[in-house]
């Protein structure tokens, strides 16, 4: 059975880290000591839960953790300092602090290094997250032992309802939109002003304006979606954040 070290310092081990064509080492003590963080472990840099789910949800989410009292989000894999760097640019995880645990001793010291021979990747950690305050741990969320890459309760979500249950989740939106249309402009910048994150798909570029119609019933640009709302156009974008 895999240890909970609730109630334990974690272990004392040194990361060998590449930054700016530099090595530099950082200790448990650098990332730890005098701070509250939330830790979240996994099998294996770009692969695929921890790419579309571990990754982006606890980036997605940082704000939120620091406004109730988290100091930083750490992600713990076992792999090397290079995979790791990559990895993080192409997640565009810039609010999470990704640390290569390459040899594994972190790994080892918290009792969860794994054999995952069977899928060619040797030693690598379980799947589990922790929130840390000054070094000792306070609680452990491990996934259940069983075959395959269980995910289940690591999760940003399940770390945030622990620490605040009442905790408000950042708004979120999507947009379809076209070069060169001032309204779509105006759009964005309403949603830039209220701090809303936002994806863009470009019609004519990215989707068809058939896909447009499809999506929303509509012809004409922008189109905006929050948390997987329909709102409209600009003007009826305008009157939502007149009301919320």
């Not at 609010?95 to 060619?120: S, W, Y």
């Not at 994806?199 to 948390?227: C, H, W």
């Amino acid at each position: 059975m895999l240890p909970n070290r609730e109630g334990e310092k974690v272990p004392n081990v040194t990361f060998k880290v590449r930054e700016d064509s530099e090595w530099r080492e950082i200790t448990t003590k650098d990332l730890f000591a005098g701070k509250t963080v939330v830790v979240f472990s996994l099998p294996g840099a770009f692969t695929p839960t921890c790419s579309s789910s571990h990754l982006p949800r606890y980036n997605e989410l940082a704000g939120v953790f620091k406004e109730n009292g988290v100091d930083e989000i750490i992600c713990i894999s076992v792999n090397d300092t290079f995979v790791m760097n990559e990895w993080q640019k192409t997640q565009q995880a810039e609010n999470v602090t990704l640390i290569p645990d390459g040899n594994g001793e972190f790994t080892e010291g918290m009792g969860m290094l794994v054999e995952k021979n069977d899928l060619g990747f040797g030693k690598r950690s379980w799947r589990y997250s922790m929130l840390v305050k000054d070094s000792v741990i306070e609680k452990m969320f491990i996934e259940p032992e069983k075959p395959g890459d269980p995910f289940e309760v690591s999760d940003a979500d399940t770390m945030l309802n622990y620490i605040n249950p009442n905790a408000q989740l950042p708004k979120f939106a999507f947009i379809f939109s076209k070069e060169g249309c001032p309204y779509c402009l105006r759009a964005k910048k309403m949603l830039n002003e209220h701090n809303i994150g936002y994806e863009e798909i470009l019609i004519n570029k990215d989707y068809t304006p058939r896909t447009l119609r499809a999506v929303s019933g509509a012809e004409t640009t922008p189109q905006v979606f929050m948390n997987g709302e329909l709102i409209g156009g600009s003007e009826e974008l305008a009157e939502y954040f007149s009301k919320n």
